[in-house]
């Protein structure tokens, strides 16, 4: 009954919920750095703006996400015919794959990099080209090197989820200009606004330029701390985005989420208040993983891949039990590392009491 091509797709793993780890380890209290949210939560605009909305959702949204799409459009500098909205960047990510691929297509998806890329071509039967480079960050020239007559799509997630490493501005421009048009890129900037080196590659500015064989992805998720509201969306050349329209759910971004984002894009303080946020945590687990001698990727995202040197089950386990939910990497075909999102000064500094403790359990176990 089952399709074939959907036997192929590996499950998401999800960081664990909070409910779940307190529900089965009979704790409270618990703290989740696992996947990659924001721990200041949204801000009192979009709070404000889900209560006044809450009379309304006995209608159905708007299909056109009017008011949202004006609004991004001015933010970004774009036309509202470059712009589409889904319910999250898993909408967005669904919707392309549908729109564009076949199965005799294949898709370039560097490793390690977030599984989705892999579920929706999976999903449309078209058949994924891993590409695995130099390093753990995204090797460019490895991928130009898996090109072939049949490649569709190519994901570059920029920074790259679990690895938070980036690829930079003009080594970027350079893959793209050296691309056969025909080829779509991907750029996923879920973590844009974290990013702070000088040389970080806009996407819109590059769609902008004139690169018209790229769809750039954003998503309310992480800066504005909504994930559970499910908002993302992606800009592209209009005729891409016409198409993809007409695949998309009539009602695929919930009337919640729609006036939430609206609000979002008003939040200034609080975006900023989360960049900063993260920068501090960016610095102080540098600094702690530095006094203990653990080994790590810098980042440019709003968490760290730590290099655990071993099968990190054992810490993911102590920090579990513990109260602290981290994400195991194994699924990502890294079975030594964890990832862990950068908490609030408070939940930053439980990560590190509770990992020391660990180091000196571990210790004395192993001895
Ligand atoms: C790189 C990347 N893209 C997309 C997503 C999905 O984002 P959304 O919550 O908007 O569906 C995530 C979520 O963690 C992600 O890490």
Request: aromatic share 8%; net charge neutral; charged share 25%.
């Amino acid at each position: 009954m089952i399709r074939t091509c959907i036997e192929k797709i590996p499950p998401y793993i999800p960081g664990k919920p909070i409910e779940e780890v307190e529900r089965e380890l009979g704790l409270s209290g618990v703290t989740k750095m696992a996947s990659n949210e924001n721990p200041l939560g949204p801000s009192k605009e979009v709070r404000q703006a889900i209560t006044n909305a809450l009379d309304k959702v006995f209608y159905y949204p708007d299909a056109n996400n009017y008011y949202l799409i004006k609004a991004l459009a001015e933010g970004l500098g774009v036309n509202e015919d470059r712009i589409i909205v889904g319910s999250g960047l898993d909408d967005v990510n669904r919707i392309l794959a549908e729109t564009i691929l076949n199965p005799t297509d294949e898709v370039v998806i560097p490793q390690p990099t977030f599984s989705m890329y892999q579920t929706v071509t999976l999903l449309m039967g078209a058949k994924p080209i891993l590409v695995t480079g130099k390093g753990l960050g995204n090797d460019l020239q490895a991928i130009a090197a898996a090109v072939t007559k049949k490649t569709k799509l190519i994901f570059i997630c920029n920074p790259n989820n679990p690895t938070g490493t980036i690829v930079k501005n003009e080594e970027l421009r350079k893959f793209l200009k050296g691309l056969p048009r025909k080829i779509l890129v991907v750029i996923d900037e879920a973590y844009f606004d974290f990013a702070d080196d000088p040389d970080f590659p806009n996407g819109i500015d590059l769609l902008q330029e004139g690169f018209d064989n790229i769809i750039v992805f954003r998503t309310f998720s992480k800066i504005h701390g909504m994930a559970g509201l499910r908002l993302g969306y992606a800009v592209a050349e209009p005729q891409l985005i016409q198409n993809m329209l007409k695949v998309k759910d009539p009602f695929n971004v919930n009337l919640l989420a729609q006036a939430a984002g609206l609000a979002a894009l008003k939040s200034k303080k609080h975006v900023l208040l989360s960049k900063e946020l993260v920068q501090t945590g960016r610095r102080f687990f540098y600094k702690e993983l530095d006094e203990l001698g653990i080994d790590y990727l810098p980042t440019q995202a709003n968490f760290i891949l730590i290099n655990w040197g071993r099968d990190s089950k054992e810490i993911y386990q102590f920090l579990l039990q513990h109260g602290i939910i981290v994400r195991p990497t194994h699924s990502f075909g890294l079975p030594d590392y964890f990832r862990v999102t950068f908490g609030t000064a408070e939940q930053n500094d439980r990560f590190f009491r509770v990992l020391r403790e660990g180091i000196k359990k571990l210790k004395s176990d192993n001895r």
